[in-house]
């Protein structure tokens, strides 16, 4: 079966840093593009960042770009995302998601998705 476990929240001050990781297990992992999504309770998710199969490609919502990286280990099966200058907007459950189509910012395309992470920012 398919798992991704999603780990690295928790509570940081604004303009702080925290690196959320995503372990998948149960699929060929360099096949799939992989993404991270946000989302607040009641709302859509919300695009952040992803990555192609083999990296280098990467794709990033203007609210984010220039403060975080998305980033993978293939031989790790893992897929990270380094958030930097971390805002208090910036707190929600962080999903990481794996696309076996290509790359895409659109999230009912994705075919994977792990359960979630908190990130908190306190002002």
């Known amino acids: 079966q398919v798992r991704l476990v999603e780990s690295g929240g928790g509570l940081v001050q604004a303009g702080g840093s925290l690196r959320l990781s995503c372990a998948a297990s149960?699929?060929?992992?360099?096949?799939?593009?992989m993404g991270w999504f946000r989302q607040a309770p009641g709302k859509e998710r919300e695009f952040v960042a992803t990555?192609?199969?083999?990296?280098?490609?990467?794709s990033y919502a203007g609210s984010v770009k220039g403060r975080f990286t998305i980033s993978r280990d293939n031989a790790k099966n893992k897929v990270y995302l380094q958030m930097n200058s971390l805002k208090p907007e910036d707190a929600d459950v962080y999903y990481c998601a794996a696309c076996q189509t290509f790359p895409t910012h659109i999230a009912f395309l994705y075919d994977y998705w792990g359960q979630g992470t908190q990130v908190t920012v306190s002002s």
């Open positions: 990555i192609r199969w083999s990296g280098g490609s990467t």
């Open positions: 149960g699929l060929s992992f360099s096949n799939y593009a």
